[in-house]
């Protein structure tokens, strides 16, 4: 039990404090539950890193509930997702932000529909790359939180913008925090994609603070470059699976002889 209500905090936490800080209207109080919320978030990473030297190194967290289909719902996801950038890309007139989405889409969806797809129940693998993986990003997190309730009532009055961002800023920041945490610990290529993807487009929104910056050339590039990633990384999701029936990281690991070159491309 004690294993799994840290997944839940480690998956959950975070994007919950970000909603908690997106609804709060009044700044000061809003600045607070953020500074509480990277600080509850480190200490919970820390307490997942104990209960981790507790368990030998590695804790094996498996979702048995037969009457929800966890998969469906991160596979549907990713298809708005995917469409949801094809759309950014004709917003903002950007082709290769219109094509890539679809290039990546069009093998997600015959790997769907016309495949047999092996779906394993959802499997969380928390080791120390994780943990390690997790705590570095809850570091730059809490920084980014401490350094912003300084810094971002100036800039935004020196941009002379009448409505704040930060709830938003907020709301992202700790959504891509979330994001990344799932991604390490998920044994399913799958959901790796969607939650990597995830983190992308908060990546993306992180840089495109105010509205103007959302044509800035360092955020296109950096949604550019990862969209291109998308292409490299569900194509070799569906090679992977062709040649070895498997969605589990754990299983493609064991697989000689390549298995140990691709059990480091998580990492």
Request: proline residues 3%.
């Amino acid at each position: 039990m004690a294993n799994f209500i840290l997944l839940i905090g480690a998956v959950l936490l975070p994007v919950t404090f970000g909603v908690i800080c997106y609804v709060i209207k009044k700044g000061s109080i809003r600045d607070f539950v953020a500074a509480l919320s990277g600080i509850a978030v480190l200490a919970l990473n820390i307490a997942l890193f104990d209960r981790l030297i507790r368990n030998g190194g590695r804790i094996f967290i498996a979702i048995t509930n037969d009457s929800f289909d966890f998969n469906w719902v991160v596979e549907l996801l990713s298809v708005f997702l995917l469409i949801y950038f094809i759309y950014l890309g004709i917003r903002l007139k950007k082709r290769l932000m219109f094509i890539l989405p679809i290039v990546q889409l069009i093998p997600f969806v015959l790997l769907e529909m016309f495949y047999s797809v092996k779906k394993q129940n959802p499997v969380f693998i928390i080791d120390y790359q994780a943990v390690t993986i997790n705590s570095a990003i809850m570091v730059a997190g809490l920084i980014a939180t401490v350094f912003t309730i300084r810094y971002m009532r100036g800039y935004e009055r020196n941009l002379g913008l009448k409505r704040s961002a930060q709830p938003s800023f907020y709301l992202v920041l700790f959504t891509s925090i979330s994001a990344v945490n799932t991604l390490t610990i998920t044994d399913n290529v799958l959901w790796m994609y969607f939650f990597w993807m995830a983190s992308a487009l908060c990546a993306f929104y992180l840089v495109s603070f105010n509205k103007d910056s959302m044509v800035d050339p360092g955020g296109l590039q950096l949604i550019v470059f990862n969209l291109f990633g998308g292409v490299l990384f569900i194509l070799a999701v569906c090679v992977v699976y062709f040649m070895e029936k498997t969605l589990s990281v754990g299983e493609i690991i064991q697989f000689k002889p390549y298995g140990n070159i691709i059990g480091l491309f998580p990492l």
